[in-house]
């Protein structure tokens, strides 16, 4: 079982950028498709991002795509999530996901095909 930690939260201005990281502990992290998901204050939580275990197939949520940037670095078991051109609608906490796969080109966005999850980190986009 991957066991997951988010890091790289915080507060930022309207326009600027952050990159989340999330770590994870585990044998298999190399087989295991990546997601990001974010839950603003009174909503469901969403998907923001995938990144399959070939690091090269990814999809993008239409209201981040051309903004976030999604990751992996194989070596250092990490995910990452590059966040630029921020918006207030941004805030949220961000959780990192993963799940095991079959295929590298793998890539899921519907939270319920996800077997782990991290506990957030909150992100803070000042107008």
């Known amino acids: 079982q991957v066991q997951l930690l988010e890091s790289g939260g915080g507060m930022v201005q309207a326009g600027g950028s952050l990159r989340l990281a999330c770590s994870a502990s585990?044998?298999?992290?190399?087989?295991?498709?990546m997601g990001w998901f974010r839950q603003a204050p009174g909503k469901d939580r969403e998907f923001a991002a995938t990144?399959?275990?070939?690091?090269?197939?990814?999809f993008y949520a239409d209201s981040v795509k051309g903004r976030f940037t999604i990751s992996r670095d194989k070596g250092k078991n990490t995910v990452y999530l590059q966040m630029d051109s921020l918006k207030p609608e941004d805030t949220a906490v961000y959780y990192c996901?993963?799940?095991?796969?079959?295929?590298?080109?793998?890539?899921?966005?519907?939270?319920?095909?996800?077997?782990?999850w991290g506990q957030g980190t909150q992100v803070t986009v000042s107008s």
């Open positions: 585990g044998r298999t992290f190399s087989t295991y498709a």
């Open positions: 996901a993963a799940t095991p796969a079959l295929s590298g080109s793998y890539v899921y966005s519907d939270e319920k095909d996800y077997r782990a």
């Open positions: 990144i399959g275990w070939n690091g090269l197939s990814l």
